[in-house]
């Protein structure tokens, strides 16, 4: 898998490159509006990542030339701007994903993963980890074989720590998914949830699944289990 | 009150000014006038005396014809006069009672003129004029010649009366005059005052009305005007500046976030250093929030008075907010209640009003101690819907009331808290966005109460807003 990155900050690059590369992707990165679009004219890509202020121009226009020329490989728009009309043009222009900086690299990494569909194949109604296991249809949860009562938060939370197993999910994104952008800033109500959910989880059970990782966020552990 | 006005004052201050000059120009007048009148009456009699000296000094010896000759000639009974001749206390004759009564000439006293050889003097009701003259022989004699001074007395009274009633009545008049004329010439002013008051940023182009009639009121709006100009340019350049500049944080916050989560997530580090990534990395997670929180309200701000509305129910809203909030309740053991009661219908911005309430509510739980209790209600007042968020927390000192929403301003100034005392500034500008208000009562340790107020929405903006919604929904439905 190729992906290009179009962004004028050279820093940036660096690290979305290094970030990507260690998740197994070859990474392409330019600086400007016309150098990425002489990398796409050559190369084949599955994914670019724009940048909104280019030097020579706007990520927007850089995005409809390529969706005139008939590229269709998913775009996300990695900017700065987070009004809803920069959204709505950016959307209308052809792109896939709008994630406004600053981002987690574990985000990026997860919405880079979605819009690969390239995730590990979690369409199974019975997700299981060691001795735990979520049925996605009746939502019911059992450890050790015993039923787990959890409120629906609590289990859509479960769900998304589960479904992205291994990886730190951050506060923010978590409030995201499981609330809404009214949250945002707000990101004790995660630290108080995922509390209950390890008295319920992890509570009186080996080993521990729920992990915090400071400064980053949160992760379920499902290797040691296995 | 009244006469802090610069109408009362001015004309206050005239009036003052009127009665002063009134008053001296009513002692000048009455004093001049009876001074006047006195020395007219005493010349009168001067020349009287001599006259009756004339006429009567051939017959002096001669009582009879002495009395014949000055009765003929000045009838002094009809005339209110007194004439008297004598040497010394010899009376040779002396005038009878007048017919008015005003005197007595039995009991006039016998005055020398003295060294002046004449005097006017006033005694009772009658003035008295006294000359010495001397005959042929060298005798002395005195024409003492008198007249009533009852009719110069009621004149001057009545002139005094007069100007003592009329002075004041005419100053009354000339003070309503007064302060009807300077509230006419004041009409602009108050014109001013009103527009004036109803100035807010929400509408940054409205400016005073010019009302033409006096050229420094007009001046003086135009130059408040230029002033406005000037404030609204300051304005806007401040609140660009602070979106300008959160927004270029955004770039060097992502690279250095990007860094360090990178290195955390590397191989294994020694305890320190993990721990001290760990802690940047939480100061970066506030750092973002910050700069987020900034952006929201520039924005805000750039929306106030056109912010996008569609019919929100604000009673809903804060059910569903309550619940999704009410395990951090829980966890500090506060009872947090639902709002009862009907629909609230208002026009909003559904996830920017859920902030208000989101804010609101964990700012009350955070400022409450555990076992305590934050009560919501809605309801509809004075054609506004309102929501009250109260608690039975810390409360908030009077004197920090005015600048709660004040960005970066806390009451307590050590709190950690991820919003950096930008909470409630985000909770003011929604709710300025949308037309309304907040307001807070709060007695320190009793608790606050917070209350959000959002204009009702009115049936005509409801079905244009049905068709708006339709429009929005295919244009973002890409999303």
């Known amino acids: ?42 190369y084949h890509y599955d994914l670019i990542i724009l940048d909104l202020q280019l030097p020579d121009g706007t990520g927007t226009s850089l995005l409809k030339r390529v969706r005139e020329m008939g590229h269709t490989m998913p775009a996300l728009i990695l900017t700065a701007r987070s009004d809803l009309d920069s959204k709505v043009e950016n959307f209308q222009a052809g792109a896939d994903d709008y994630v406004i900086k600053p981002v987690a690299m574990a985000e990026l990494s997860i919405r880079v993963q979605a819009l690969l569909r390239r995730g590990p194949a979690l369409q199974e109604n019975v997700l299981k980890a060691g001795t735990l296991e979520i049925n996605r249809l009746t939502r019911q949860v059992r450890r050790d074989g015993k039923r787990i009562e959890l409120s629906p938060k609590e289990y859509s939370l479960l769900e998304y720590l589960f479904l992205h197993s291994g990886r730190v999910l951050s506060r923010s994104m978590i409030v995201e998914k499981i609330w809404d952008q009214s949250f945002e800033g707000l990101t004790n109500i995660v630290d108080v949830y ?8 992890d509570e009186g059970f080996e080993p521990k699944m729920i992990r915090t990782v400071r400064g980053l966020g949160y992760t379920l552990d499902t290797e040691q289990v296995k | 009150m009244i006469f802090r006005s610069v109408t009362s004052r001015l004309v206050l201050s005239y009036c003052l000014l009127l009665v002063l000059l009134g008053g001296a120009f009513l002692a000048f007048t009455v004093l001049s006038f009876r001074h006047y009148t006195r020395e007219t009456l005493s010349n009168t009699l001067a020349t009287r005396a001599q006259e009756i000296w004339n006429i009567s000094e051939s017959s002096l010896g001669q009582p009879q014809l002495l009395a014949q000759i000055i009765d003929r000639r000045f009838s002094p009974e009809a005339q209110d006069r007194f004439i008297r001749i004598r040497t010394g206390d010899t009376v040779l004759y002396r005038s009878r009672t007048p017919i008015g009564g005003e005197f007595s000439p039995l009991t006039v006293p016998v005055v ?32 003492d010649t008198g007249q009533s001074y009852l009719f110069a007395r009621t004149v001057q009274a009545r002139l005094a009366t007069s100007l003592f009633v009329g002075l004041p009545v005419l100053l009354l008049l000339a003070a309503l005059a007064g302060y009807v004329l300077m509230r006419r010439a004041l009409t602009p002013v108050e014109v001013m005052i009103k527009a004036a008051e109803t100035y807010t940023f929400n509408d940054p182009h409205k400016r005073l009305p010019m009302v033409g009639t006096e050229p420094r009121i007009e001046a003086l709006g135009l130059a408040l005007n230029r002033m406005l100009d000037r404030l609204d340019g300051a304005y806007s350049h401040v609140s660009r500046f602070s979106a300008d500049a959160a927004h270029e944080l955004r770039t060097p916050l992502t690279i250095i976030r990007g860094e360090l989560e990178l290195v955390a997530s590397g191989e294994r580090l020694p305890g320190e250093v993990d721990h001290a990534i760990s802690n940047v990395l939480e100061e970066m997670t506030r750092l973002s929030g910050i700069v987020d929180s900034l952006i929201t309200l520039s924005r805000m701000e750039s929306l106030w008075g056109k912010q996008s509305h569609a019919p929100i129910d604000l009673q809903a809203l804060a059910v569903e907010t309550i619940d999704q909030m009410n395990l951090l309740a829980e966890e500090k053991h506060i009872a947090l209640s639902r709002p009862s009661g009907q629909a609230v219908i208002v026009a909003g911005d559904r996830d920017r009003l859920k902030q208000v309430l989101v804010n609101l509510i964990d700012n009350a739980i955070k400022y409450t101690p555990a076992g305590g209790r934050v009560s919501v209600e809605t309801g509809i007042e004075d054609e506004m819907g309102f929501v009250t968020v109260e608690d039975s927390g810390i409360g908030i000192d009077l004197n920090h009331h005015d600048r709660v929403f004040d960005r970066f301003y806390r009451v307590l100034p050590d709190r950690g808290d991820v919003g950096a005392g930008l909470g409630l500034a985000i909770v003011k500008s ?50």
Do not use: W
């Open chain 1, 1 to 42: 898998m190729r992906i290009l990155i179009v962004e004028d900050e050279k820093k940036l690059i660096d690290i979305l490159q290094r970030s990507l590369r260690s998740e197994g992707y070859m990474v392409d990165g330019v600086n400007t509006a016309a150098d990425g679009l002489d990398y796409i004219k050559t």
């Open chain 1, 194 to 201: 995922i509390g209950h959910l390890r008295r319920k989880i």
């Open chain 2, 112 to 143: 020398e003129p003295g060294s002046g050889a004449s005097q006017a003097m006033l005694l009772g009701n009658l003035l008295l004029y006294s000359q010495n003259f001397r005959d042929e022989t060298g005798r002395s004699f005195t024409v």
């Open chain 2, 430 to 479: 929604i709710c300025h966005a949308h037309g309304g208000s907040v307001s807070l009562r709060s007695v320190p340790e009793f608790g606050s109460c917070f209350k959000v107020e959002i204009p009702l929405l009115s049936a005509g903006a409801e079905n244009k807003m049905a068709a708006a919604d339709a429009a929005t929904a295919t244009s973002v439905s890409g999303k």
